[in-house]
């Protein structure tokens, strides 16, 4: 059983003594949680509008996702990939139903988003095969903190730190049709792939304009490149539909696709959805690997927040 100091100055005192400074101190030492509240260690209530990052769609404690997680404990916690269970293999078919991936599509799990991303920027290399240098991301995007996530996230403060990333990634301006028909206007074969948040979450919740998702899936598909979509903040139902870019008008069906966050409902799952057998041959037997992604607790955790949502 954990100690339980009296109040959260001792928590943090603690904390500042056994964690890295990363995030520096923490602004409340939290204790429960019920929907949409959150208690923290002096006993004080606060109404959640975080949402652990644009994870909790469910609220705290939800009691059909807490129901979903035990019971699969009880029945089996982890196996290696080497193994497949029913969970597994259940969430992967809602996904790709959800995503509405046409036949021959495939899912990848990982444990987070950002593993997720690294999966799809392997993915890229792969397409690239060294003919294709140029990779596309968008000016205020966020995509993790990896080396390969991070050569896609367009903040200088998250990424000069850790140069060289070792991708070289062209940031067009937000939403700007003009940028994005210009980059692939000389000779837009060089280009290997471009990554999308269909709304950006970093940046300040900014959806892209009306057509631009069009613009950017007729490009690519003209000059061989791949259309990613980064739905890790936006998806699973955020706007209306189980991923922002279904929206009638704009609906568009993508290369590949990342999901993470609300996917677990607060129990750390991710996935790579890629969208038809060409880009699902891709990444090859061997040639990328997990120890918890598709683990069955937290496949029984996106099969709970699915039917709840």
Same mark, same amino acid.
């Given at each position: 059983?954990?100690?339980?100091?009296?109040?959260?100055?001792?928590?943090?005192?603690?904390?500042?003594?056994?964690?890295?400074?990363?995030?520096?101190?923490?602004?409340?030492?939290?204790?429960?949680?019920?929907?949409?509240?959150?208690?923290?260690?002096?006993?004080?209530?606060?109404?959640?509008?975080?949402?652990?990052?644009?994870?909790?769609?469910?609220?705290?404690?939800?009691?059909?996702?807490?129901?979903?997680?035990?019971?699969?404990?009880?029945?089996?916690?982890?196996?290696?990939?080497?193994?497949?269970?029913?969970?597994?293999?259940?969430?992967?078919?809602?996904?790709?139903?959800?995503?509405?991936?046409?036949?021959?599509?495939?899912?990848?799990?990982?444990?987070?988003?950002?593993?997720?991303?690294?999966?799809?920027?392997?993915?890229?290399?792969?397409?690239?095969?060294?003919?294709?240098?140029?990779?596309?991301?968008?000016?205020?995007?966020?995509?993790?903190?990896?080396?390969?996530?991070?050569?896609?996230?367009?903040?200088?403060?998250?990424?000069?730190?850790?140069?060289? %990333?070792?991708?070289?990634?062209?940031?067009?301006?937000?939403?700007?049709?003009?940028?994005?028909?210009?980059?692939?206007?000389?000779?837009?074969?060089?280009?290997?792939?471009?990554?999308?948040?269909?709304?950006?979450?970093?940046?300040?919740?900014?959806?892209?304009?009306?057509?631009?998702?069009?613009?950017?899936?007729?490009?690519?598909?003209?000059?061989?490149?791949?259309?990613?979509?980064?739905?890790?903040?936006?998806?699973?139902?955020?706007?209306?539909?189980?991923?922002?870019?279904?929206?009638?008008?704009?609906?568009?069906?993508?290369?590949?696709?990342?999901?993470?966050?609300?996917?677990?409902?607060?129990?750390?799952?991710?996935?790579?959805?890629?969208?038809?057998?060409?880009?699902?041959?891709? %990444?090859?037997?061997?040639?990328?690997?997990?120890?918890?992604?598709?683990?069955?607790?937290?496949?029984?955790?996106?099969?709970?927040?699915?039917?709840?949502?």
């Amino acid at each position: 059983m954990t100690d339980q100091p009296a109040d959260g100055q001792q928590w943090t005192q603690r904390y500042t003594d056994a964690l890295m400074d990363t995030f520096g101190p923490p602004q409340r030492v939290l204790v429960r949680g019920e929907g949409v509240w959150v208690v923290d260690a002096d006993g004080h209530r606060y109404l959640d509008l975080l949402g652990g990052i644009a994870v909790n769609v469910l609220g705290h404690a939800h009691p059909e996702l807490t129901e979903a997680i035990s019971n699969q404990l009880r029945t089996l916690g982890h196996v290696s990939n080497f193994f497949a269970t029913p969970t597994q293999i259940t969430l992967a078919e809602r996904l790709l139903e959800l995503a509405r991936a046409p036949r021959g599509s495939k899912v990848f799990f990982t444990s987070s988003g950002t593993e997720a991303v690294e999966a799809a920027v392997k993915l890229t290399r792969r397409h690239s095969d060294g003919r294709r240098p140029r990779v596309l991301a968008l000016e205020g995007a966020f995509h993790g903190r990896s080396l390969g996530a991070l050569a896609l996230t367009h903040k200088p403060a998250y990424r000069e730190p850790f140069e060289p %990333l070792g991708t070289t990634v062209e940031f067009l301006p937000f939403g700007d049709t003009e940028a994005l028909q210009s980059a692939f206007a000389a000779d837009g074969f060089d280009v290997a792939a471009l990554f999308v948040e269909p709304v950006q979450g970093e940046a300040g919740v900014r959806p892209l304009p009306p057509g631009y998702l069009a613009l950017a899936r007729r490009l690519t598909r003209a000059h061989g490149s791949l259309l990613v979509l980064d739905e890790i903040q936006c998806g699973m139902g955020r706007t209306g539909t189980w991923f922002a870019h279904q929206h009638p008008g704009d609906e568009v069906v993508p290369d590949a696709m990342t999901v993470a966050k609300g996917l677990g409902g607060g129990f750390p799952v991710g996935a790579l959805i890629t969208y038809g057998s060409r880009v699902s041959r891709l %990444l090859g037997r061997g040639q990328h690997g997990t120890t918890f992604g598709g683990n069955p607790v937290a496949a029984a955790a996106g099969l709970a927040v699915i039917d709840a949502i």
